[in-house]
């Protein structure tokens, strides 16, 4: 079963927008990742938050975590039409049967 | 550095069949994991390899199996296809076991008719 689940299914937003995606997770977590993927090809990792922090930045990206909420938001801001794609969060719990958890994604549009 | 590389890129094949897939890491990467994604599950965790053992599996049938050669370069088997079976298969690279990071593929589209 799903670890992650994203919200919204799907998200279309004009250039220059924000896009703010969610993710709510059901079990303790090591850390939690988020990666995109460019229509059915392979996933490409943005950012990976560890379960003790609360909030990180990459270049457009914000992501924060709220693990008393079992949650996580990942912020673009000033998006670009190269943007477009699906957004997925990731969750591990570490130890020995490491595996990442996938949540089922949010579809971004990005209309130029 | 070179990518992670799966071959084939496409591959259609018919009930009952068998089919393998290979991945080649990152240089330097030594654990492979395998992943399946369909439209209605999502992507799924099928195991990982660390130095030629399995070191996780997920939650699939025996059909499904994998090995890892001393090269790091890892192969996964499905026997006895079933319709169910046609999805998109990821492998992902990473330096070690457990390591957060994953290095992705292009993946094998794999269709079962």
């Known amino acids: 079963s799903q670890q992650g689940e994203e919200d919204p299914q799907a998200l279309s937003i004009q250039e220059g927008e924000n896009a703010t995606m969610n993710c709510s997770y059901k079990?303790?977590?090591?850390?939690l990742q988020w990666y995109r993927q460019n229509s059915g090809r392979g996933l490409v990792h943005l950012i990976l938050i560890r379960s003790n922090e609360r909030e990180k930045h990459s270049g457009r990206l914000r992501v924060t975590l709220d693990t008393s909420k079992k949650s996580s938001s990942l912020l673009i801001t000033a998006s670009r039409a190269a943007d477009t794609a699906s957004y997925f969060c990731a969750t591990d719990i570490g130890g020995s049967n490491y595996k990442l958890t996938f949540g089922k994604g949010t579809l971004l549009t990005v209309n130029p | 550095k070179a990518g992670v590389t799966q071959t084939p890129r496409y591959l259609i094949k018919t009930r009952g069949q068998q089919v393998t897939l290979s991945c080649s890491p990152i240089s330097g990467h030594r654990s492979v994991s395998w992943y399946q994604q369909t439209p209605g599950q999502g992507l799924q965790f099928l195991f990982e390899y660390f130095s030629e053992t399995q070191r996780n599996k997920g939650n699939f049938p025996g059909r499904f199996s994998g090995r890892q050669f001393s090269n790091s370069r890892s192969e996964m088997n499905v026997s006895t296809l079933e319709l169910g079976d046609s999805a998109l298969y990821l492998c992902?690279?990473?330096?070690?076991?457990?390591?957060?990071?994953?290095?992705f593929g292009a993946g094998t589209r794999l269709s079962v008719l």
């Open positions: 992902a690279s990473s330096l070690e076991a457990g390591k957060n990071i994953q290095y």
């Open positions: 079990t303790s977590i090591n850390n």
